[in-house]
């Protein structure tokens, strides 16, 4: 099996390739590059392996939630591969690629990315068998302040919600176990989790983005009553 993987939900840009049991990939934390650096990172894996497009099986797409251009450009890309090359897409959340980074104990892992606007994007995982992992609860969009916590004790933390909102959600979920707010998802991972799905591949106008909210910036009146609290 030969699949490609994409990220740019967040800062930073990855692409992985599976081929048997070879794993090729590419990172980089580049702000605003996405566009730039996907499509060649794309052919340096594939060279890498000595494998042609017409070779891949699938692609894999990190779809969100998270930055919109950056959701818009992964999908829009592994759409475009998938539709030329006649394969399917498997779409994966980008919150679940995050959580698979966090340690492999039997902590619940909250994976956050900074959405902005003073909110977070947020999801609770738990540890499958296999080492994977699967949704406690439903993904959501909102206030720091205002997470709904599914569960007591300590948890799993990470993602650059917990950078940018740390005091609060320690309030809201306690002392963590363990915590890191320098990571993003990566391609890597949304490989993995896409490999025991690929029978859930969809065609690739069926590929959507995943962006929990509608809206990308504050009003002016929002952002006049922001800087007023």
Known sequence: ???????????????????????????????RRHAELLLPMCDEVLAEAGLARRGLDAIAVGCGPGAFTGVRLAVSAAQGIAFALGIPVVPVSSLAALALQAPDNDAPILAVIDARMGEIYAGWYRRTPGGLVEPIS???VGQAGELAVPSGGACNVIGSGWTTYRDVLRERVGEPSWADGDCYPQAVDVARLAVPRMRDGVAPEFALPVYLRDKVALTLDEQRRSRVK
């Open 138 to 140: 439903a993904e959501t």
């Open 1 to 31: 099996m030969n699949l490609l993987a994409i990220e740019t939900a967040t800062e930073s840009c990855s692409v992985a390739l599976l081929s048997g049991e070879r794993l090729f990939a590419r990172s980089e934390l580049a702000p």
